[in-house]
């Protein structure tokens, strides 16, 4: 049997006043799973992040953080969470910082160093914030937000502003963290770095779950085709078109679209050709044409 949930969010609504801030939203996320929730300005992934804290209350639906009440001391051991951008005092070191979150979180300043090591800043631990790199000041929000071992972690667009390496860094963090069974759930407009690095993904659009699953499954939903490209051996694209069909590409190469469930016949009748092909290229969905097809907004790379 799975592991039980440690987020489980029911039939959720939220509004405020007249604007349904969220309407009838439903996710469950378990431990050790890294869960994107993608959706454009104002989808509503701010305020689901906030309802989960149990700082805004459901105007219908609920919201269970490991079994227990948004806001009640056992979600508030359970959960932990980064803002998209944090401001620390410049004055203090890093280990100060840290030494201070942790006594607001009634855990000894001691048992909080290890986590500038885990984050990778252990060597600028008695630093002034104030020179820390952007990077850097991101990397000590996650430190923060680790005190106490939180079980599921909440990370507001964490790598806006990080370069390639910076973000790449970050994310190879959270993949350990995952491993050691920690839940994470970011919200990102960066649909290339979420596609290769997590292992669920929710869509958001005008506060309602338009899709939720695997890459693949939501590729499979939306029944996005699969793109076969096939390069002929003889320079001789026409010998190959008249056999498989499909789109003549160039002089030497044929393209085919097929439904994701007949990939494997249709590379039989490709492979069963012999040395008529050179080689072959398969283009999976991705999720930028996942994110376009359910959200209905242009994608271009930002959701
Ligand atoms: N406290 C509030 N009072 C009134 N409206 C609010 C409040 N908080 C959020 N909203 C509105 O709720 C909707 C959802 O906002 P939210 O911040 O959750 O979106 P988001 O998906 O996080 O957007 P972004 O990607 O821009 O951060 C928006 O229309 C926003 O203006």
Known sequence: MSDPSLLDVTGLSVAFGSLK??????????PGERFALLGHNGAGKSTLFRTVLGFVSPASGKVEVAG??????????????????????????GAELLAYFARLKGQTPK???PLLETVGIADAA???????????????????????????????EPTSGLDPISRGDFYAI???LAGEGTAVVLSSHSLTEVEARTDRIAILSRGRLVAEGSLAELARAAALPVTVRVKAAAEDAGALH???????????????????GDKMAVLSRIAALGDV?????IDTPRLDDVYRHFSGHSAGGEA
Do not use: W
């Open 21 to 30: 801030a969220l309407h009838r939203v439903s996710l469950a996320v378990r």
């Open 68 to 93: 227990a009440a948004p806001g009640s001391d056992k979600a508030r051991r359970t959960v932990s969470y980064l803002p998209e951008s944090v401001a620390f005092p410049k004055a203090l070191t």
């Open 111 to 113: 048992s909080a160093m």
């Open 126 to 156: 008695n630093r002034r914030v104030g020179t820390y790199s952007k990077g850097m000041r991101q990397r000590l929000g996650l430190a923060q937000a680790l005190i106490g071992r939180p079980e599921l972690l909440l990370l507001d």
């Open 174 to 176: 959270l993949d350990r």
């Open 242 to 260: 008249a056999r498989i069909g499909g789109r003549r590409l160039n002089g030497r190469s044929v393209e085919l679209d097929c439904a994701a």
């Open 277 to 281: 092909v050179a080689d072959i290229d």
